[in-house]
């Protein structure tokens, strides 16, 4: 293909036919042209032809001698010239002619053209004439090929056109075969494209017949009936181009509307443009404003306010509003708070140089005038120079200043304010109270607007009474206390010895002056004290509190004292304490500091803390419910020697049920029944033997004689995949035991095996990991690891699974890519979906839908069990339920065990069959070891057993949070309180790698020390619902009581003893805020966790749920809380304020770790 022509591309116009050349090309078929040739080579001379020969060899007649002269003009090269080659018209007519739409044969007359009509190859030199005369014979005939060709010769063409074929066809031959010359003619790129314009039909060419023209049609006609294999070609060629411009035209408007479609879009770019550059004048006039307001935006939590909950304690004046997630209080961004208090109904805040307060109740000056209801926060004169401590009751407020001075306002109607009588506040300070006409009484109600310093701890040099610096200050509703810095408590205001006795002034009365709510209804009546009086019984007092109408406060011996309103703290309805009574049990707890809520207490008391020597490790110990209590852990000085020994192996000692050889093999349907009904649940714990089988009464002769049948059938069935002696010799965990006696004689006997390793623990303190619940387990085993091991929920039919269990070879039938699997004896992981069920999901009623779920599983575990199947491991994929246990009637027919599994277990499971070829499965019931493991311990000597818990499923998402490997507290039965703690997974791993070897005993060993933290334990009791003791769902609060509200007619759990919040006891808490049903917990790392009663959105967690366990508010979790404050429907924080430099760097340190967060994994909960 030439580089110069190949491209080119000709119009209609350009390959038109002459005029005087058209009868030829239209009248004179080939043939003809075929017979002229012959005639030429018979002329005695050359090609050449001069007019006279050119008249003759046409032989047209004297009739068209002016024809044959505008012919013989036409063909001439120069306007000189004497004669023309009469091979230019012959080449040029067998190409243009319209008498034939066959190309090759076209092609194949131009070669006889050239040469002997027989001659079946082509010369050099025939070649090159075939060109020239077609090329400058198509110059000629046509209108406009002569001007496209007008910058080459014919030379040129012919002379690339002869190199392309030969180097196409035959390079080193002297001839080449006309037939490859034809087919070469057809495919060149060049060649072919010209023939197509003269191929009647193709395309290409323009002189396709018009519909409906007749002289086109009698033309036709006269070709049809002279070549009709000729006709035929060229209609369908006709038809082919039709579709094709057809298509084109379809191409062409697509072509157009995209067209269109792209200039409107770059209209609209340009558009947007313009649109941009306009906004651009329009950002720049705003852009200081924006960058001032960012300045400002990145200082919000710097020393900023955040509430959430409802009420106007929000802050955002809103009276009605619920906010579920902590938000800063709009009014005080850049405030830079310093402390806060609330009480039911306000709020109290101070900076290093002015104090806030907003809500109701509390008389607040605020510019010239005094306001009783405050919607968003205000500033107010405190008049403290240095302020300590803050206090609010519902109308009345407390202000306590670094030197023990303590300042009070608001209401004096119940005396609360401490300032006494109107003539002996004048008297004292020369102040006056002012007076408010209450609309609901009609009656004048005196308050302070402005602090005054309390006179009675002032002290008077005319009376030699000396000033009573005071450490600590409380408030209740209606009443106040404080507590001196010798350790006496003083308290002042409503305190009705009739009633709820929260002054702990017991039954005395003569102090006290008489007052009414509503002086026209005696019954209204209550006792108050206006001045402060010393509470008797109480000294050396170190911490005090109140909320609503209850007080207690702590002694320095840990003694915790407790008066007033008890409401549902006790279980029932009983009597206030007028004086303090001594909360029996708790000084063994060491308390430092302590909560109050309306009906729950929350305390913070010392814990034990394991310290490994010569390093800073510190890990934290909670220690088990019957073990030694904190005072003998302080005894402990000595250093110790800790031994960590990892018992991960389980018991397989056979029982025997194992061993059914020994059983009758016909054995008694009464008997049967009596050992294993399958009418009844498999975890009752009153009926589990130690190889897990769960036996009851039969409730029905019926019921007994299909049970006695099942029985049968499943005795035959698992004989063949009990695991042998010697394959659990080769279990992994027995593999580093092969020296043991209890594997040697094959016994295997779990203590056993216990004293065997463990006989070198006398005088040590031992650290194992805590043994794993007791439950069914299925473990995936390769020939020298476990390599998964899950915990499922079982059904009825596992009633019979031992502690040895079913050992045989497993199978993912979740995406079965074969039929032909080994199903027989076989353990199967299936998984049940909505697909599953026996009927459709719109006829599932909340009823009946557990029974049509069993019905639905039963109907897929029968069918595998008559495959064969041994086990089925099913997990449960519906709706997001939960697995649970499965009850399958006898009638049914199955007996195969079945243990359900959630999806992120099935997960696992299949991970792990992906990872790791040629596995087998054990399903086995295990017992909880770790009662004898501690028992095996201390009986062979061990000082104590420190407990590891178990590694969790995910890391906690923040630092601080909540973990499921937090330690937990070990509630098992004891023997004589030995030493028996549980530690963190985290610290646990921490002692570990503290560790060294040790060749004489083959132990890790540590070097570690007791020591004994003042705080630590969080203790909670009391009212325990809506989860305001943080101890966890009820369900699983097993040492809570039952009580009974008679006012409601309703029962409630409740604990006299306190008890431990395991979730927070090691998290470092410095500060505990009780509202009336929720708490907060603040950390010393600036973590604030919060739970109880939600209902109004008080825990910050983004809804309006009860939260039974402190969980972490994670809103808050990149903030550092300094303070933490609660009332009965909000919560309160305040985060740390820092100079500008500090704070900035801050906000990128959280910028990074937000970052860093957000390319985290998402965590999802699954079980073990």
């Known amino acids: 293909m030439g580089s110069h022509y190949s491209t080119l591309r000709y119009d209609a116009t350009q390959v038109c036919i002459r005029p005087q050349f058209l009868p030829f090309t239209q009248c004179v078929p080939m043939a003809e042209i075929a017979a002229l040739a012959e005639k030429l080579r018979l002329l005695p001379t050359t090609a050449f032809l001069s007019l006279d020969e050119f008249r003759s060899w046409l032989h047209m007649g004297s009739t068209f001698d002016v024809y044959t002269l505008y012919l013989f003009e036409s063909l001439k090269t120069t306007r000189e010239s004497k004669k023309v080659y009469a091979m230019e018209l012959l080449c040029a007519l067998a190409v243009c002619t319209s008498t034939s739409s066959s190309a090759p044969a076209k092609v194949d007359l131009l070669c006889s053209l050239c040469t002997h009509p027989g001659a079946r190859t082509l010369s050099e030199s025939d070649i090159a004439i075939l060109l020239l005369s077609t090329i400058n014979g198509l110059r000629k005939l046509t209108t406009g090929l002569d001007a496209a060709w007008q910058h080459h010769s014919a030379r040129d063409l012919g002379k690339e056109l002869l190199a392309d074929a030969w180097q196409s066809l035959e390079k080193d031959a002297s001839t080449i075969a006309r037939d490859d010359f034809v087919v070469w003619c057809l495919q060149h790129k060049t060649t072919s494209y010209i023939l197509r314009h003269f191929i009647p039909g193709d395309i290409l060419n323009p002189s396709l017949p018009l519909a409906g023209d007749r002289q086109q049609a009698l033309y036709a006609s006269i070709l049809a009936s002279l070549s009709p294999d000729d006709a035929e070609r060229a209609a369908e060629l006709a038809k082919m181009a039709a579709s094709t411009k057809i298509q084109a035209i379809y191409k062409g408007r697509l072509a157009q509307r995209s067209f269109t479609r792209q200039r409107d879009e770059r209209l609209a770019l340009r558009h947007a443009a313009a649109q941009t550059i306009q906004a651009y004048a329009k950002k720049q006039k705003t852009a200081q404003q924006l960058m001032a307001r960012a300045v400002f935006e990145r200082t919000a939590y710097n020393g900023a306010v955040l509430t959430f909950g409802a009420g106007l304690s929000l802050g955002n004046g809103h009276v009605n509003s619920l906010q579920t997630a902590p938000k800063i209080v709009p009014r005080l961004q850049g405030a830079k708070s310093l402390r806060i208090t609330v009480s039911s109904s306000t709020t109290l805040l101070t900076t290093a140089t002015e104090g806030f307060a907003w809500g109701h109740g509390l008389p607040l000056r605020i510019g010239d005038g005094t306001q009783l209801v405050t919607k968003v926060p205000s500033a107010i004169a405190l008049n403290v120079a240095i302020v300590q401590q803050l206090a609010l009751g519902v109308s009345h407020c407390l202000v306590l200043d670094r030197i023990g001075r303590v300042f009070s306002w608001g209401f004096n109607d119940h005396g609360q304010t401490g300032h006494g009588p109107s003539d002996v506040l004048e008297a004292r300070t020369g102040a006056r109270y002012a007076t ?56 002042w205001g409503e305190g009705n010895f009739m009633f709820d006795g929260q002054l702990g002034h017991g039954t005395a009365s003569d102090h006290l002056a008489v007052g009414f709510v509503d002086r026209r209804q005696r019954q209204s009546a209550f006792t108050f004290a206006s001045e402060p009086k010393a509470v008797a019984n109480l000294q050396d007092i170190v911490a005090i509190g109140c909320k609503g109408n209850r007080s207690a406060a702590l002694a320095r011996d840990h003694q915790l004292y407790e008066w007033g309103s008890w409401g549902r703290m ?234 040895r269990g079913l050992w045989t070879h497993f199978l993912d039938l979740t995406d079965m890519t074969s039929t032909e699997l080994p199903l027989d004896n076989s353990i199967v992981l299936v998984r049940f979906t909505e697909a599953d069920l026996v009927v459709k999901v719109q006829h599932l009623r909340e009823e009946t839908i557990v029974e049509l779920v069993t019905a639905s599983i039963a109907q897929k575990a029968l069918t595998l069990q008559e495959y064969g199947v041994i086990s089925i491991v099913l997990a449960l994929d519906f ?79 923040f630092e601080g949070d909540v973990s499921c490997g937090d330690a937990t507290i070990y509630r098992g039965p004891l023997a004589a309180s030995p030493l028996v703690g549980t530690v963190s997974y985290a610290h646990g791993s921490a002692l570990r790698r503290g560790a060294h070897y040790d060749d004489a005993t083959n132990l890790l060993m540590a070097k570690v020390q007791f020591c004994v933290r003042p705080y630590g334990n969080i203790y909670a009791w009391g009212c325990a619902a809506n989860g305001r003791l943080g101890l966890g769902p009820i369900a699983d609060a097993i040492d809570l009581d039952d009580g009974y509200d008679a006012m409601t007619e309703t029962t409630y759990r409740w604990t006299l003893e306190p008890k431990v919040v395991t979730a927070l006891s090691g998290r470092d808490v410095v500060e505990i805020a009780a509202g009336g049903s929720h708490t907060l917990a603040r950390t010393r790392q600036g973590r604030v966790f919060s739970w109880g009663r939600g209902a109004h959105g008080q825990l910050g967690h983004h809804d309006t749920h009860d939260v039974w366990t402190p969980t972490l508010i994670r809103r808050l979790a990149y903030e550092n809380i300094v303070a933490v404050a609660a009332n009965d429907t909000s919560s309160t924080v305040l985060c740390e304020a820092l100079d500008d430099v500090a704070y900035e760097q801050r906000r990128k340190e959280i910028a990074l770790l937000k970052a860093a967060h957000a390319k985290l994994p998402r965590r999802h909960h699954s079980t073990l």
């Open 879 to 957: 709706h997001a339920s939960m697995p649970f246990e499965l009850m399958l009637p006898g009638d049914l027919g199955v007996y195969i065990p079945i243990l359900m599994i959630d999806v992120d277990q099935c997960s696992r499971l299949q991970a792990a069959l992906v990872a790791q070829k040629d596995v087998t499965a054990r399903l086995f019931f295990r017992p909880d070891h770790t009662p004898t493991i501690l028992a095996t311990a201390l009986e062979l000597g061990a000082t104590g057993v420190i407990l590891q818990q178990r590694a969790p499923v995910h890391a906690p998402t």
């Open 570 to 803: 006790l279980g029932t309805e009983l009597p206030p304490a007028y004086a303090p009574q001594i909360k029996h049990g708790t000084q063994q707890y060491a308390l430092a500091s302590f909560a109050l809520g309306h009906e729950h207490t929350i305390a913070d008391g010392a814990s034990v803390w394991l310290c490994l020597l010569h390093t800073p490790l510190e890990c934290f110990v909670l220690l088990a419910q019957h073990a030694r209590g904190v005072d003998h852990i302080r005894a402990l000085v000595a250093p110790m020697d800790l031994a960590i020994v990892d018992l991960t192996f389980d018991d397989y000692a056979a029982s025997p049920e194992d061993d059914w050889g020994s059983l009758s093999p016909e054995t008694s349907e009464a008997s049967i029944a009596g050992e294993s009904p399958w009418v009844s649940s498999p975890l009752d714990t009153s009926s589990v033997t130690d190889d897990g089988a769960h036996l009851a009464r039969s409730p029905s002769a019926i019921h007994s004689s299909i049970n006695a049948l099942l029985h049968k059938l499943w005795r035959t069935r698992c004989q063949e995949v009990q695991p042998t002696v010697a394959q659990f010799q080769q279990h992994p965990s027995l593999l580093p035991l092969r020296w043991c006696r209890a594997v040697k004689d094959e016994s295997l006997d779990y203590k056993a095996l216990l004293r065997e390793v463990l006989t070198d623990i006398g005088g040590r303190l031992l650290l194992t990991s805590v043994a794993p619940p007791e439950g069914f387990y299925l473990e995936l085993l390769t020939q020298d690891a476990i390599l998964l091991e899950l915990r499922g929920i079982p059904s009825n039919t596992c009633r019979m699974v031992t502690k």
């Open 436 to 491: 408010y006409l209450d609309p609901r009484l009609g009656e004048d109600v005196e308050y302070l607007d402005t602090p005054l310093p309390l006179a009675y701890f002032a002290g008077r040099d005319a009376q030699a009474a000396e000033a009573i610096p005071i450490a600590a200050i409380a408030c209740g509703d209606f009443f106040s206390l404080a507590l001196s810095r010798d350790g006496a408590v003083y308290s």
